[in-house]
């Protein structure tokens, strides 16, 4: 996967702990040791956001997997529509959630 540069995100940019090119940097190392990141988005009625989210993910990311927690919007169309794999979780919140994600991905690195 090609990486695209990316500087600024509009959820983090006032985050003095959240660094885009930390990020970057991360990858490289990652990339040159040929080890796959899994990026995990947990949603449950975020169509407003999740497309935004899964655009500032795909450079960094091998695979992206969205759970889903039950959405009644179209955060599952959405996410699908990017080329997102999409599951549902079993509805008992978010650490089974991540549970499910762990399952699933094939990542050697898993990020939440």
């Not at 003095?16 to 990026?39: A, C, G, H, T, V």
């Not at 997997?65 to 039950?70: A, E, K, P, R, S």
């Not at 599951?87 to 089974?96: A, F, I, L, Q, Y």
């Amino acid at each position: 996967m090609e990486k695209e540069s990316t500087t600024t995100c509009p959820y983090f940019k006032d985050d003095p702990w959240f660094q885009i090119r930390d990020i970057e940097e991360k990858y490289e190392e990652y990339e040159k040791r040929n080890l796959k990141i899994s990026i995990v988005i947990p949603t449950r009625n975020e169509e407003k956001s999740v497309g935004d989210i899964i655009d500032y993910s795909l450079p960094f990311a091998d695979e992206l997997l969205v759970v889903d927690g039950h959405s009644t919007d179209r955060s599952c169309d959405i996410a699908r529509e990017k080329g997102c794999k999409v599951v549902k979780d079993n509805g008992k919140g978010k650490g089974d959630a991540l549970r499910i994600a762990i399952a699933t991905v094939t990542g050697d690195i898993i990020v939440f």
